[in-house]
């Protein structure tokens, strides 16, 4: 079986979700932030964007996505960016089933990850909240052209996993 992407904005659920879905399904999983910190020598995200700056952080991210698309029968979780990238999108879009883009309101991105201090690079702004905005703004484009777009605002996990699985039953993927 093809992958199964899930991509969109920090906070939105993907690699929780990812990891239900993947156990459900008998797949494998990966998220793409781990694969680049073990590329990166065991550096955290949020080392690499400091020591090396977020360009460096894109170009190990296109090479993860480019060996992830080698594989099959896995539910990929993207960071947030991954996707703004058009040959990422591209790579992704020709060795995947579906790509499914998680939103949420920029209120309850802030709520989720107000408690993981450090562990969000892009956010190190005097208002997160107008970054989050910003930076959704201009990913919006490029969020928009996954296969599927699903606002995870009022959903719990296990609810946006079974909004999942029915859009793959409806699309004939995986199993029935």
């Known amino acids: 079986m093809k992958n199964i992407v899930i991509t969109g ?3 939105t659920g993907k690699s929780t979700v990812g990891k239900i ?4 399904y008998g797949l494998d999983f990966v998220d793409t932030d781990v694969l680049i910190e073990e590329k990166a020598g065991g550096k955290k995200v949020t080392e690499i964007f400091d020591e090396y700056g977020e360009a ?3 170009s190990l991210e296109k090479e993860v996505i480019k060996d992830i698309a080698a594989k099959e029968n896995t539910v990929v979780a993207t960071g947030g960016g991954a996707i703004v990238n058009s040959e990422n999108l ?3 879009k020709r060795r995947s089933a579906i790509i499914i883009c998680l939103t949420a309101r920029p209120d309850t991105i802030l709520k989720r ?3 993981e201090e450090g562990v969000r690079p892009l956010l190190k702004a005097a208002d997160p909240l107008k970054k989050i905005e910003g930076l959704l703004d ?3 484009e490029a969020y928009l052209k996954a ?3 699903i606002d995870t605002s009022d959903l719990t996990p296990q609810e946006l996993a079974e909004r999942i699985k029915v859009i793959l039953k409806e699309k004939n993927i995986g199993r029935n």
């Open 9 to 11: 904005f920090m906070g």
């Open 21 to 24: 879905l993947s156990e459900e």
């Open 56 to 58: 460096y952080f894109r």
């Open 90 to 92: 591209s790579l992704l």
């Open 113 to 115: 990850i107000r408690n």
């Open 138 to 140: 201009r990913r919006r």
């Open 147 to 149: 296969d599927v777009l």
